[in-house]
């Protein structure tokens, strides 16, 4: 397992911490004193709640939480395809090939947590040395100034971050987008439509309080199911009906929320327009390196979708002909790629609507058109956040927006791949179909074996649920104070420790992350993203450890309600000794052991 800390896993740690530590709601914020946090962190109260109550050490909870983490996302991408598949094989009814809902399950579950990418095969054969000398975190940068994660790398990393977190609620909710497209809005009973429409809201509001980007994914694929469902037979005197349930599940999913809708403070400046792309032949590079594995399975709908429409050859005449005229007009401002996959994602919308098509199918057709969505919009339009006007400005739309589309079009695959085998009934179609399948599914392989190896360097270590081997090699005694912390002082009781940069990688702030107590500043960089200024607290920490006035420190002390000191390796060798001695006259030593002294200050 690997040490918590370097890359989020302080972040996610200190808020795990945060929350058990905190009496009400928003928690207080851990890394600057005063403030509670403004992030979406309910997906952290799922796993810190069972911390406390299972009385684990924070940094061997963190770790059972991250295994918990890809079971739950496992099993309910497993689920879904298979339900999916089950309602596909009823409607095919004597045309259903081989392979049940087990089979699908499974290769969902691969495709989407468990497989890697084709940029991870990239990363193997620029290797000198694989797996030994690996670039695991490579994959995830594919696209200059932006970030690809994709979840078998989010496991391999081990961040509890908010974007994975979600990945098994989403599922959770798009389950009932799934359930509304194949059978609609129950209205058979009073109490079954309240208790259907009170979970989807539940489901949809959960989303928006654990990483907020999900939330406009779920709720539009279940907008976009019940107007889909609403083209059936069986809709017919239940619009109305339908539409209101759509309605009442979006507001009740704010109303259920509303504490954290009310609090929360997004980070987002409004919405800019993308005017720097990859020119086309990079674009397509980047795409199928990405996404590569998951487009294939989809391959066979596509052609499908071709082969069954009326004047097929005059369609494609026409696709070519406008293809090579948009290509022309498109290609000086980088647009190809947009067109192509608002291509895609027009074929998709009009197959779902399409009533020549069953249920479960349109159902596919919406993931999919979900998927090209998330594809498109980073090419169009960005989210202004803290890294507006700089070559970062599009970094978190392409990331937040591309690990949504993986996961849908992760879905759409995986109960896409069984289903190919009635799309192309003719040999000399599906005999190299099956072949580049297999291919691709051997060479997503190459990552979780390769990735996990290299970052566990070998697999040399043996198992452990110790998360704090890193901080007990050059600070021994501080695993000790936390816990001593934790056990006997009030749960908002002040820390001062050291103020270092964010990502410190010998361990600022690990006083406050590990202990959920607020301490005078964390990692500034991320409070600014939080919207909360840092001021001069970096300055008046040194100050605090450096003076030798207890008057100018106690000052300090009053100015943001102090009440415990730590003075360990970190601390010394940031600010050094000069200022230690003035502890002994404002305090007294509560804690010493292996180099760290903790103070209560009493003056």
């Known amino acids: 397992a690997p040490d918590i800390w370097t890359t989020e896993k302080p972040m996610d740690m200190a808020f795990i911490t945060a929350i058990n530590a905190s009496g009400s709601f928003p928690p207080h914020d851990p890394w600057m004193s005063g403030e509670t946090l403004n992030y979406y962190y309910f997906g952290h109260v799922v796993f810190a709640w ?88 490579e994959p995830s940068r594919v696209i200059p100034d932006t970030i690809n994660e994709f979840p078998a790398f989010s496991f391999v990393l081990g961040d509890l971050h908010a974007h994975v977190i979600a990945l098994p609620f989403t599922v959770l909710a798009l389950g009932f987008a799934m359930q509304a497209a194949l059978r609609g809005p129950r209205g058979d009973a ?84 993308v005017e720097t792309r990859r020119p086309f032949d990079r674009w397509l590079g980047d795409m199928a390196l990405i996404y590569g594995i998951l487009a294939w399975p989809l391959v066979g709908l596509f052609l499908r979708r071709l082969v069954d429409a009326r004047h097929r050859w005059r369609w494609l005449g026409w696709g070519l002909a406008a293809a090579i005229v948009a290509g022309s007009l498109l290609a000086a401002s980088n647009l190809i790629g947009a067109a192509v996959v608002a291509a895609g994602l027009v074929v998709a919308i009009v197959a779902a609507l399409d009533d020549d098509v069953s249920q479960p199918a349109r159902f596919l057709w919406l993931l999919v058109a979900g998927g090209a969505a998330l594809v498109l919009i980073p090419e169009l339009l960005f989210l202004r956040d803290a890294f507006d ?76 649920l ?39 990688a010998f361990g600022h702030a690990r006083i406050s992350t590990f202990t959920g107590r607020p301490t005078v500043m964390g990692w500034a960089g991320h409070e600014v993203q939080w919207h909360h200024d840092p001021g001069r607290r970096s300055a008046e920490i040194q100050t ?32 050094g000794d000069a ?14 052991a292996k180099g760290t002294t903790v103070w209560r200050l009493t003056a």
């Open 389 to 464: 006007n700089s070559a970062l400005e599009r970094m978190n739309t392409v990331f937040k927006a591309g690990y949504q589309a993986y996961l849908l079009l992760g879905l759409a695959a995986g109960a896409a791949l069984p289903w190919a085998a009635v799309w192309l009934r003719r040999r000399w179609l599906w005999t190299p179909w099956v072949a580049v399948m297999a291919v691709l599914l051997v060479l997503g392989l190459v990552y979780p074996y390769a990735g996990g190896y290299a970052r566990t360097g070998g697999l040399a270590a043996a198992p452990t």
């Open 544 to 575: 605090l450890y450096t003076t030798a006035d207890t008057a100018q420190a106690q000052a300090l002390i009053d100015r943001y309600g102090i009440e415990y000191v730590v003075v360990g390796p970190i601390e010394q060798t940031t600010y």
């Open 190 to 273: 009073l109490w079954r439509s309240v208790a259907e429409t009170l979970a989807a809201a539940l489901a949809l509001g959960a989303l928006y309080a654990m990483n907020s980007w999900s939330y406009p994914v779920a709720a539009g694929l279940l907008a976009a199911a019940v107007l889909v469902w609403l083209r059936t037979p069986e809709a017919k005197s239940k619009t109305g009906y339908a539409l209101v349930w759509v309605v009442l599940a979006v507001v009740a999913s704010f109303a259920l929320f509303l504490p954290f809708v009310l609090d929360f403070d997004a980070e987002t400046r409004g919405i800019g327009v």
């Open 50 to 137: 069972p911390i406390q109550l299972l009385g684990l050490r924070p940094d061997a909870g963190y770790l059972l939480s991250w295994g918990a983490l890809l079971a739950l996302t496992t099993t309910a991408v497993y689920t879904f395809c298979g339900t999916l598949w089950a309602a596909a094989r009823a409607a095919l009814g004597e045309r259903a090939p081989r392979g049940g809902p087990v089979l699908a399950g499974l290769v969902g579950a691969a495709l989407v947590a468990v497989l890697g990418n084709l940029a991870g095969v990239r990363s193997w054969i620029g290797a000198e040395d694989p797996p030994a000398d690996y670039p695991w975190f």
């Open 579 to 592: 200022g230690s001695a003035k502890w002994d006259q404002l305090g007294e030593r509560v804690f010493e």
């Open 466 to 504: 110790d998360g704090l081997k890193w901080l007990r090699a050059n600070s021994p005694g501080d695993p000790a104070a936390m816990a001593w912390i934790r056990d006997n002082t009030a749960a908002d009781a002040v820390i001062l420790e050291a103020f270092g940069e964010d990502y410190s």
